[in-house]
């Protein structure tokens, strides 16, 4: 498994702002994921999006992904704070048994 | 749906004792469960990875002996730290994944403290 890598590290928004973060990897994929983990809990999935999708929505959350610059961006619209919460990209080959590798995380904090 | 639970939430132990950790997929089963470990503010580290009814892959500096993983159901895996030491203290979590899943649904953790 490959590890995606996040930017920024932080993000500070105050609540109705858009968030944006980003992740790069290295080699070609499956699909890659997002994940969400509050302070002290263990990951939330959020969205799944293939190597032959180019976008995808769900709820405030918009995914994009672009095979040929191997980035994905997760774009949060109108935050909340309750949006604050550490989120990790998980590019998936989809060989052998699934294994995910995590990086360091965007760690967004959405300011009342 | 997709529910995973852990317990303990938190366990606090001397050094020198074993402690056990279950993941319990509530309303799917999970052929494939991850373990992880998280250090304060860092990211999540994979342990192993175990299949129902076989042994499972520890990941390279993982040690097989102290880390007993057992996943002897299609919905319940135990880790077992053995003969704890404070340097394991740290965030334990759990993930499973159905069998043609590729999503990981995560449990909410185990925080252990070795005293």
């Known amino acids: 498994s490959q590890q995606g890598e996040e930017d920024p590290q932080a993000l500070s928004i105050q609540e109705g702002e858009n968030a944006t973060m980003n992740c790069s990897y290295k080699?070609?994929?499956?699909?890659l994921q997002w994940y969400r983990q509050n302070s002290g809990r263990g990951l939330v999935h959020l969205i799944l999006?293939?190597?032959?999708?180019r976008e995808k929505h769900s709820g405030r959350l918009r995914v994009t992904l672009d095979t040929s610059k191997k980035s994905s961006s997760l774009l949060i619209t109108a935050s909340r704070a309750a949006d604050t919460a550490s989120y990790f990209c998980a590019p998936n080959s989809g060989a052998g048994s699934y294994q995910l590798t995590f990086g360091k995380g965007t760690k967004l904090s959405v300011i009342p | 749906g997709a529910v995973v639970s852990q317990h303990p939430s938190w366990v606090i132990c001397k050094s020198g004792t074993s402690v056990k950790i279950e993941c319990r997929s509530l309303d799917f089963q999970a052929t494939t469960m991850f373990w992880y470990r998280q250090f304060p503010k860092q990211s999540l580290m994979l342990m192993a990875t175990s299949n129902e009814g076989s042994k499972a892959t520890y990941e390279q500096g993982v040690e097989k002996d102290k880390f007993l993983i057992n996943h002897a159901s299609l919905t319940l895996s135990t880790l077992t730290v053995t003969s704890a030491h404070p340097e394991d203290s740290s965030f334990y979590i759990c993930s499973a994944r159905s069998g043609a899943g590729e999503t990981q649904y995560f449990g909410p953790g185990t925080r252990l403290l070795v005293l």
């Open positions: 080699t070609s994929i499956n699909n």
């Open positions: 999006i293939r190597s032959n999708e």
